[in-house]
Each structure stands twice: as structure tokens, then as C-alpha cells.
């Protein structure tokens, strides 16, 4: 299950993120448009850094969400989490993993692994209220609680790494011819 964890990618950047990087979130905008706001996404290659609306650069793999410090590799293709990129660079003394990760939060100029406690930046609205994307499922009356659940494993890492590993052998199972003849 480690390998839905962890990216060679973000493991081969050393010293993703300068001190004086940022002076503040809410100051970013974005390089290609001007938006400002919280809900921009940074590329963690060293001496880049391109700010922009979408997750998408060409040039570069691996990206962060500024509001919500979560990073993701497109050659990869999966979520990176800190927490076991961390682990790992302590178990393997020749990673040039991601030390700028441990330091303050964004706001004071680095990263730090997310603590879960609320901010204004989890809400479903930036400072313009215009909503920042798809947030959830849609509740259709009676499935609510169902929507609770899901929601909450899907945000379980366990579980959405192993979604993400197993497409591949979903798709090879063959199917079986589903009449049963007595």
C-alpha cells in the first residue's frame, strides 16, 4: 500500500520551498490571469514555482494546492502525502526527500503537515463568494447520510490509495456469465 503514498518525483526535489518564498497566502495570484485567492496551485520544481488557477503545468509534474497543502504528481498520477514522504526520507538516508516541508505554515513562509483543525480556507466559498469547485456529492433528499459516509472514506488515504492502485485489476477480471443454469 506505500506506493499510492509516496512519489520518486517529489523525492528527487531538494529544497522545494525557499523561506522567503511566499510572504503570505492570501498575497498569491495567479500567474496567467491575476485571481488572487487561496485556491491557487503552486509548482514545487526548484527555481519555478509557477502560481496558477489550474493544477496543470506542462512544464513540471508535481503541484501543491496553497489552501489546502495537498500535492499531487501527474506522472504518477495520485496524491502525494508529507506524512509518508517524510517517513520514508528518515528510513532512506540517500532521498533527497522534501525537508522544507517541516517548517511553518505557508502564511509565515513554508509548509507544514496539515493539523486538521478548521480554517477559513476549508470553506466551500473564497473571499468573493464564488464557489471554489466541486466540494461533495449532491444530496438528493434521502441520501445524506450515505453522502456522509462516503465522503469520509473517501478521504481516508488507506482506502483512496488502494481505489487508485486496483483500476488496473478491476478492469482484467473477467466477467463470468451471470445466468446460473440448475
Not at 29 to 53: A, K, R, S, Y
Not at 93 to 100: H, L, V
Amino acid at each position: 500500500m506505500d506506493r499510492g503514498m509516496t512519489c520518486e518525483h517529489l523525492n528527487r526535489l531538494a529544497d522545494v520551498l525557499e523561506r522567503d518564498l511566499w510572504q503570505s497566502k492570501e498575497n498569491l495570484t495567479c500567474f496567467d490571469c491575476g485571481m488572487t485567492g487561496p485556491n491557487l496551485w503552486i509548482c514545487l520544481q526548484p527555481e519555478c514555482h509557477h502560481v496558477g488557477c489550474s493544477e496543470k503545468f506542462p512544464l513540471h509534474c508535481v503541484h501543491m494546492n496553497v489552501s489546502t497543502e495537498r500535492i499531487w504528481c501527474y506522472l504518477c498520477e495520485k496524491e502525494v502525502h508529507i506524512r509518508a514522504a517524510l517517513a520514508q526520507r528518515k528510513m532512506s538516508p540517500d532521498s533527497t526527500c522534501i525537508e522544507g516541508f517541516v517548517s511553518p505554515r505557508v502564511g509565515s513562509g513554508g509548509i507544514s503537515v496539515n493539523n486538521d483543525e478548521l480554517d477559513q480556507d476549508d470553506m466551500d466559498y473564497d473571499g468573493d463568494q464564488r464557489p471554489r469547485g466541486l466540494v461533495g456529492l449532491q444530496n438528493m433528499g434521502n441520501t445524506c447520510y450515505m453522502n456522509a459516509a462516503l465522503q469520509a472514506l473517501s478521504n481516508t488515504q488507506p482506502l483512496t490509495s488502494y481505489f487508485l492502485e486496483c483500476a488496473g485489476a478491476v478492469a482484467s477480471i473477467p466477467k463470468t456469465n451471470e445466468r446460473h443454469v440448475e
